[in-house]
């Protein structure tokens, strides 16, 4: 599902929902549990955000890939990684990736997917064995690429064990196929990344490209993410 705005055509009883915002916001949220957040709440509006500071929240909020005014912590995922998310607790709310995930309540299981956790991910779908739906965050209901190539980077490392029923899927693949030997050159020209160097973010990108950096497994409990791989 290559927008949020298209859930209605799903259900999504029983399956498991990978939610992805490759840039940024699952990939961030996967580095934050990696240097050690311990829940993070994804949250629609930034006034529903800010509040989460009376309950010794971290708060983080971007919108048009900008730190929102009065929080402490933006959407890069190199603002996590400076030890000051070490055993705290985070409201988050971005203009695309927290509403994938709110959007996805409906499911068995809602998984944060980044290239980042990318084995992670797998392993954890074929322990799984639902049917698996991978909602891509895009850009404000439109269409991104580098959600859809995370979407395909998945699909091959599942194909083995999961049969797929619709032309999105094999497209993610195909695409992905393609791209895989140079994922930034290949993006370089996407909307997103034009964003982002627009706004003299240059780190961020390669960063969120990587495969396989972190083991997190951030699943929906309850009311908030938290890391199952966590020991
Ligand atoms: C989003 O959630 O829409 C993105 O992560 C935006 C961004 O951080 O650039």
Redesign the pocket.
Known sequence: CYSPELLHLYDLKGKAVVAV?I???TSTMVTAFAHGATDIFPVMKLEECQAFAERGCLIAA?RD?IKAEGFDLG?SPFAYMNGNVQGKAIAIT?????RAIHLSMEAEEIVIGSFLNLQAVTNHLLDLQLDVLVVC?G?KGKFNLEDTLYAGALVERLQHAFSFENDATLASLYLYQTAKQDLVTFLRQSS?VRR?ENLEIHKDTEFCLQHDVYSTLPVWKNDRLVDIAAK
């Open positions: 915002d840039l940024r916001a971007e890939g959407n971005t203009t695309n990736g927290t965050a850009w997103h982002l």
